[in-house]
Structure formats: structure tokens, C-alpha cells
């Protein structure tokens, strides 16, 4: 793989934006693909929390060189981006320590971080800068237009959904990420025998993810019972797992494969 120009600082920046002036210039956009692109329930909800000044940094430097808006316009090269790695689509990756320790243990697989989380961004950039991962883009929106609009068919090696919200209330389940309809998608996206890895610390929705994994006939399960899996070597304890492994929570993994097409 080639290597990545390596960005340099700008010049100082004012820490006080005029008026009008974009948060992040040249930056992830507040709204890349437009409120006005669909109308449908979304699982997850923009976090614009405070953004420390090294994310800041991180974010108007290095979003040009790494960053990606899903804006629905464009299919992308997965093959040119990373320089013809095999490719996982990790959706949600919260301050993105996990991704990079991942990325920096496998250099040979190139990840595709989306999440909607403007600090996390900009850490998981300074991250990759911090470490040297040229294996790492980071992609600002909503995952689902990213997979339904912006990826090729089987161009993805694998799909990572680590600590999802769990929506609790009953009243907000239709509001989960893995749904029928949702695997029904990636499951277009993933080649044959890929691998989609879910983990959760919320048991209920444990035992929902596994319940739609084991009924739908393009995912089978890598576990021979039928059940979780231990947590893989590869992945790494994240910052939200051990907070829940703190409140006495109990997580569970689920690796299934892309089974081959029928017909």
C-alpha cells in the first residue's frame, strides 16, 4: 500500500470562529447527506459534544486526508482508498481507541470507521496520525446510506458493530441497528464467508441480535451450539465495555459468516 502524504499543521487557528464561519473548515459536515434525504427511523443520534482542541486540531487537518462525509453522492474505491486491502466497515467506534489498537495489530486489513460522534472523530484521527495507520478512514453520517448508497456489492471483508445503543425502552426498539431489514443490506455488501462481529453489554438486545442473525438464511452462525462466541483475541476491551463490565454487565459476542449465495 502506498503510503499517505503525512498533513502538516496549518497556521494558527483563532480559538473564537466569526460569525458564520464553519465549526470545522474543511471538515466532517454537520448534515453531509441533508436532513432532507430520507424520511425513516434512524438508530443513532449526532453527538456535536465538546471538542477538546487536539480533536479540533486533528479534525481540520486531517479530515481532508482521511475523513469521508456520507453524503449518498458517489460510489466509493475501496480498492483505490486503501491501496487493495481487504476492507471492514466498523459502524460506531465511540473515541476510537479499539479501531486504532485494531488497526495497528492488523496493518494488512484496511477499516472503514463510521460514526457520528464529532470528538471521536477527531480523536480517532489523531489516533492514526499519533500511531502511523495509513489503514484507517474515518467516515462522518449515517452507516446506512453509506452501505446502501456508496459501497459496491461484496466489496467488504467484514462489518463490525461493537456497543451499539441499545435502545432499552420498548417504545424505542424499532430504533436498533440490527434488524432483519438492516442484515438484509449488509449482507449485499459483505463477500461470501465475511464476517459480521456484533458485541453488546445489553442482554436483551443480545438476545435479539441473535435471534434475527439465527434466522436470517444469508448469515450462519460460527459457533457450533448455535450461541454467543467468546470474545475474539483481536478484539480489544473497549472503553464502553469496561464501564459496563463495571456495573456488572455481561457481554456478549456473535461472529457470524456471509454464507454463499443461493442460485
Given amino acids: 500500500m502506498s503510503e499517505l502524504r503525512n498533513p502538516t499543521p496549518d497556521a494558527h487557528r483563532p480559538f473564537i470562529r466569526a460569525k458564520g464561519e464553519p465549526r470545522f473548515p474543511g471538515g466532517p459536515a454537520a448534515d453531509p447527506a441533508g436532513s432532507h434525504h430520507e424520511r425513516r427511523i434512524r438508530s443513532f443520534q449526532p453527538r456535536r459534544s465538546r471538542v477538546t482542541t487536539g480533536q479540533d ?21 475501496l480498492e ?3 491501496g487493495g486491502l481487504p476492507v471492514v466497515l466498523e459502524i460506531g467506534f465511540g473515541m476510537g481507541e479499539a479501531t486504532a489498537q485494531m488497526a495497528a495489530d492488523d496493518p494488512e486489513t484496511g477499516i472503514l470507521a463510521a460514526d457520528v460522534h464529532t470528538p471521536g472523530q477527531g480523536n480517532l484521527l ?21 452501505l446502501r448508497e456508496m459501497l459496491p456489492p461484496r466489496s467488504l471483508d467484514g462489518l463490525r458493530v461493537f456497543f451499539p445503543d441499545p435502545w432499552p425502552k420498548k417504545r424505542h426498539h424499532k430504533r436498533r441497528l440490527i434488524q432483519p431489514e438492516f442484515l438484509t443490506l449488509a449482507a449485499q455488501r459483505l463477500k461470501p464467508g465475511a464476517l459480521l462481529h456484533c458485541a453488546t453489554d445489553w442482554e436483551p438486545y443480545a438476545e435479539q441480535m441473535l435471534e434475527v442473525l439465527s434466522a436470517h438464511p444469508e448469515f450462519e452462525n460460527t459457533q457450533e451450539d448455535g450461541g454467543y462466541a467468546p470474545r475474539p483475541a483481536f478484539r480489544p476491551l473497549t472503553r464502553f465495555e469496561g464501564q459496563g463490565l463495571d456495573k456488572g454487565h455481561k457481554v456478549h459476542d456473535l461472529l457470524f459468516r456471509r454464507v454463499l449465495p443461493t442460485g
Avoid: C, K, T
Fill in 80 to 82: 483505490e482508498m486503501f
Fill in 57 to 77: 486540531d486533528a479534525l481540520q487537518r486531517l479530515w481532508p486526508v482521511w475523513g469521508i462525509d456520507i453524503d449518498g453522492h458517489g460510489v466509493l474505491d
Fill in 126 to 146: 489523531g489516533l492514526a496520525e499519533r500511531n502511523g495507520l495509513s489503514n484507517i478512514r474515518v467516515a462522518n453520517g449515517d452507516a446506512i446510506i453509506l
